[in-house]
T-cell receptor
Framework: NAGVTQTPKFRVLKTGQSMTLLCAQD?????MYWYRQDPGMGLRLIHY???????AKGEVPDGYNVSRLKKQNFLLGLESAAPSQTSVYFC????????????FGQGTRLTVV | KQEVTQIPAALSVPEGENLVLNCSFT??????LQWFRQDPGKGLTSLLL?????REQTSGRLNASLDKSSGRSTLYIAASQPGDSATYLC????????????FGTGTSLTVIP
């Protein structure tokens, strides 16, 4: 059981480049989330999805877009990367946001130079 | 907005000691509280999930308590071991914004052999 898998694990981008982070879960979870983790600030929600074909903004959505075309996959896109987007990105999923535990991926460490 | 605070930010104890990690939150209208463990460079691993109607949860040497009315949770670790060294994060799901986990910034625990 793979759980939540993030691809890639590391990436270095130049300012202005674009990229897509992939999150895949094999637990048939409805709810999926993208967080970023920065020193001293904890984890902050970027975007989330409550089911296939749905997406919604979180706390810090600017500069990011997402898509959930398949239930098992949640993609996070950076259209024009900026140094402020240097961070560690985590994907999470859960079957029930009120009653069930959340499962996290291993993270993607992104550096924008 | 829900604010989650974890004190202390860092803790160092000798092996075998019992210890308590603290988590406080400002909005008591929560659905649940979850404790996570994060090892350096890794993702988050769920340790314990406490529903708002529960007072505590136990798993092995770990015991988490919840006092919703006072906005506090504690994670008790018995007979600490060097393998317990990690950062411990708490997160809450709030009733009126149930799609988001609000995270504390964590307590970095070092258990000295």
């Amino acid at each position: 059981n793979a759980g939540v898998t993030q691809t890639p694990k590391f990436r270095v981008l130049k300012t202005g480049q674009s990229m897509t982070l992939l999150c895949a879960q094999d637990m048939n979870h409805e709810y999926m989330y993208w967080y970023r983790q920065d020193p001293g600030m904890g984890l902050r929600l970027i975007h989330y999805s409550v089911g296939e074909g749905t997406t919604a903004k979180g706390e810090v959505p600017d500069g990011y877009n997402v898509s959930r075309l398949k239930k098992q996959n949640f993609l996070l896109g950076l259209e024009s990367a900026a140094p402020s987007q240097t961070s560690v990105y985590f994907c999470a999923s859960t079957t029930d946001r009120f009653r069930a535990e959340a499962f996290f991926g291993q993270g993607t460490r992104l550096t924008v130079v | 907005k829900q604010e989650v605070t974890q004190i202390p930010a860092a803790l160092s104890v000798p092996e075998g000691e019992n210890l308590v990690l603290n988590c406080s939150f400002t909005d008591s209208a929560i659905y649940n509280l979850q404790w996570f463990r994060q090892d350096p460079g890794k993702g988050l691993t769920s340790l314990l999930l406490i529903q708002s109607s529960q007072r505590e949860q136990t798993s092995g040497r770990l015991n988490a308590s919840l006092d919703k009315s006072s906005g506090r949770s504690t994670l008790y670790i018995a007979a600490s071991q060097p393998g317990d060294s990690a950062t411990y994060l708490c997160a809450v799901v709030v009733s009126n914004t149930g799609n988001q986990f609000y995270f504390g910034t964590g307590t970095s625990l070092t258990v000295i052999p």
